[in-house]
């Protein structure tokens, strides 16, 4: 059983927006990196947005001004607000957990190396 557990994924039209959480578990402290990171069909999965455990958040370009990284430590739980959707977003949607720091805070966003804790994913589907 995974230990990260996303959820909130949906069918959406275009131009419409989703919230995805996270349940972290023991990965949802200050002391991980939690990221999330998507899979198309048919393509390589992709870092989207990582948040550190101080709040500090980084961002893929492809996403910038369409989405927002958070977390709450309290409750060890990750969020990915996400609008302006278009159906190139259409994928799996994954969350993931490292204690590598710094890969929250490369400025190219979260590379798909060194999160060595996933969860199963939730689907995002948009339509045109």
């Known amino acids: 059983q995974a230990e990260l557990e996303e959820s909130g994924g949906g069918s959406v039209q275009a131009g419409g927006s989703l919230r995805l959480s996270c349940a972290a578990d023991?990965?949802?402290?200050?002391?991980?990196?939690l990221a999330w990171f998507r899979q198309a069909p048919g393509k390589e999965r992709e870092g989207i947005a990582g948040?550190?455990?101080?709040?500090?958040?980084t961002y893929a370009d492809f996403m910038k001004g369409r989405v927002t990284v958070s977390r709450d430590n309290a409750k060890n739980t990750l969020y990915l607000q996400m609008s302006s959707l278009t159906p190139e977003d259409t994928g799996m949607y994954f969350c993931?957990?490292?204690?590598?720091?710094?890969?929250?805070?490369?400025?190219?966003?979260?590379?798909?190396?060194?999160?060595?804790?996933w969860g199963r994913g939730t689907q995002v589907t948009v339509s045109s």
């Open positions: 023991r990965y949802g402290n200050s002391a991980y990196c």
């Open positions: 948040v550190a455990g101080d709040g500090f958040a």
């Open positions: 993931a957990a490292t204690l590598f720091e710094r890969l929250c805070r490369d400025p190219r966003g979260p590379p798909t190396r060194g999160f060595g804790y």
